[in-house]
């Protein structure tokens, strides 16, 4: 065993350690075990929220962006930047009426809303049809992580069994308070590990990060701003303003606001998250360290940039370090996808089709699932191939058609009705999904401006989500007027 | 001073407009290429600016169970 696995598995012990703990004197009912009994102060949920943020995707992906393609990479500090200025005027609503009505999920929110148990029961569905690749993701990477990290010494198929069988047995015990204290570690690794990295390798390796961007630009004049044509300016700013609006609907990120014990500790993170965004600056100067230093990965390998880099930079018990906080990166995330999924299922599928279960039996089904959840999980990273990797770039945008209903419902006067939401909901996935599988792009259209061919494909998805949301709503709303005017 | 929220537009504009002002590499400031130092500075504002709304907000001061 060398000095990296060492420290990797201390890291591995240590997330099941706090796992555990956390649950110690709390009885784990349902409202324990899945929001935390609302009573989370501001860094709790900061920790929740940062958790979830900072994945392996935001480690590797983040890194391996800015090393292979540079500039497009800005987009990630800015639509977080984004989603958080919405997240202190649209949060605080959503807080309030979960609280008042006793919500778990996210899909109980448009069971309430839209008094629709079916339209929960869809919303459930697109949330595991996404989260379940969000969660393979997250599996994968702690597989390259330890396998790179580890010298080879621990198959990837290993890491992964062993990573789900512990994330799976401290999410079954303490449910969202495990992510919580497993995000302490987590947050002090990452902010120690990932500054430290991107300041030293481009004083290493260039004596500066100024001098750093210099040699770039030389090298490859061009890198650090957008390219003219493909994701160019208009693919930047569609792709961050759709990015920024689907943020929060991501079932685990929206079910962590549950767990607020107030509306002021949620806009109070609306001001310090912007400020930790700045953590991925320095996960960029590593990708951009790296580009000139270990050149050469294409495809999806661009994500080994860090990781290549540091093994060729330090010694083994360093890149141990590292790659304990990639550990961390994947559990923290993992826990809360888990944990989204399996009470999704619990309560918004058991629950729909057997009006009678209570919230014990419904705490007791969830915890059962999540080991279930985590194999379903397994078996995809280690066999699933193409369909998961499409699956993967089609979770963001299926979230995001969320949006338009959840964001009509906070209105005093909804306008859109229960049967506009599903129709827009479905529309919007069934675009996203035919578009995605076909691998169209409007690039294909040749008489278009460039501009308009450069804009992510999702503003489509969301267009036509959002008009027949408008046309469904308004035939459905002519039925029930005569009655609700004379009400009035 | 509702009207203090409306600085919540702002960082849209800096950073969904503001890009297609600001695409170049030069002048380097603090280091950091002219589009990626635009975006780190706007970051900072917006934290600003959010702990302005917040400090204005009435919502804030009365103590919400």
Redesign the interface.
């Known amino acids: 065993m060398n000095g990296a696995l060492v420290i990797i598995a201390a890291a591995a012990l240590l997330a099941l350690a706090l796992g555990f703990l956390a649950s110690r004197g709390k009885e784990m009912t349902l409202e324990q075990w899945t929001v935390g009994g609302r009573g989370f102060g501001a860094i709790f949920v900061f920790l929740l929220l940062a958790g979830e943020i900072y994945t392996t995707f935001t480690f590797l992906g983040g890194s391996g962006y800015a090393y292979g393609k540079g500039?497009p990479a800005?987009y990630i500090?800015?639509y977080g930047?984004?989603a958080?200025?919405l997240s202190?005027?649209m949060l605080?609503p959503i807080w309030r009426y979960a609280r008042d009505n006793r919500l778990y999920s996210q899909s109980d929110f448009f069971v309430r809303k839209y008094d629709s148990p079916a339209l929960g029961v869809l919303v459930a569905l697109v949330d595991i049809v996404a989260l379940i690749p969000y969660l393979v993701l997250q599996f994968k990477g702690l597989g390259i992580i330890v396998e790179i990290a580890g010298y080879g010494a621990i198959s990837s198929t290993v890491a992964v069994w062993s990573g789900a069988i512990i994330v799976a047995a401290y999410v079954m015990v303490s449910g969202v308070h495990g992510s919580a204290w497993t995000s302490v570690a987590k947050d002090s690794l990452i902010l120690g590990v990932v500054v430290f990295l991107g300041i030293y390798l481009p004083y290493h390796y260039y004596g500066?990060?100024?001098s750093m961007?210099?040699a770039i630009?030389q090298a490859k004049p061009?890198f650090?701003?957008?390219p003219a044509h493909g994701e160019s300016?208009w693919w930047?700013?569609s792709t961050?303003?759709l990015t920024a609006l689907g943020f929060y609907m991501w079932p685990h990120t929206f079910a962590s606001i549950y767990t607020a014990k107030?509306?002021?500790v949620i806009?109070?993170n609306?001001?310090?998250l912007?400020?930790y965004?700045?953590i991925l600056?320095f996960v960029?100067f590593v990708g951009f360290a790296a580009t000139l230093q270990v050149p050469g990965l294409t495809g999806s390998n661009i994500d080994l940039a860090l990781f290549k880099l540091s093994v060729k930079t330090f010694d083994p018990w360093f890149v141990g370090l590292i790659g304990a906080t990639g550990v961390f990166t994947a559990l923290v995330p993992g826990s809360m996808i888990l944990m989204t999924a399996a009470t999704l299922i619990a309560n918004n599928l058991y629950r729909a089709v057997n009006p009678a279960a209570d919230d014990r039996q419904v705490a007791k089904l969830a915890k059962l699932l999540v080991p279930l959840v985590a194999l379903v999980a397994v078996f995809f990273t280690l066999k699933g191939g193409d369909t998961i990797v499409a699956l993967l770039l089609m979770g963001y945008s299926f979230v995001t058609q969320l949006f338009p209903s959840l964001v009509l419902s906070l209105a005093r006067r909804n306008f859109a009705t229960r049967e506009g939401a599903a129709a827009g909901i479905i529309a919007g996935v069934a675009t996203v999904a035919v578009v995605s599988l076909s691998g169209a792009n409007l690039h294909a259209l040749k008489w278009l401006p460039s501009a308009v061919q450069d804009l992510n494909i999702g503003i489509i998805a969301l267009a036509v989500n959002f008009v027949v949301l408008i046309v469904v709503s308004l035939a459905t709303r002519q039925v029930v007027q005569p009655s609700s005017v004379a009400a009035e | 001073m509702r009207s203090i929220?409306w600085l919540?537009v702002i960082?849209?504009l800096a950073?969904?407009?503001g890009?297609?002002f600001v695409?170049?590499?030069t002048p380097?400031i603090l280091?950091?290429?002219f589009?990626?130092a635009w975006?780190?500075a706007?970051?900072?504002i917006?934290?600003a600016?959010?702990?302005v709304?917040?400090a204005a907000?009435p919502?804030?001061r009365r103590d919400?169970?």
């Open positions: 500039a800005y500090l800015c930047t984004l958080y200025v202190y005027f605080p500066g990060i100024g961007f210099a630009e061009g650090t701003v957008l300016l930047f700013s961050v303003l107030g509306a002021t806009r109070k609306a001001i310090v912007p400020l965004q700045l600056l960029f | 929220r919540a960082p849209f950073l969904v407009v890009p297609f695409n170049r590499a380097v280091d950091l290429p589009l990626l975006i780190v706007w970051i900072l917006t934290s600016i959010m702990a709304i917040y907000d919502a804030n919400e169970p």
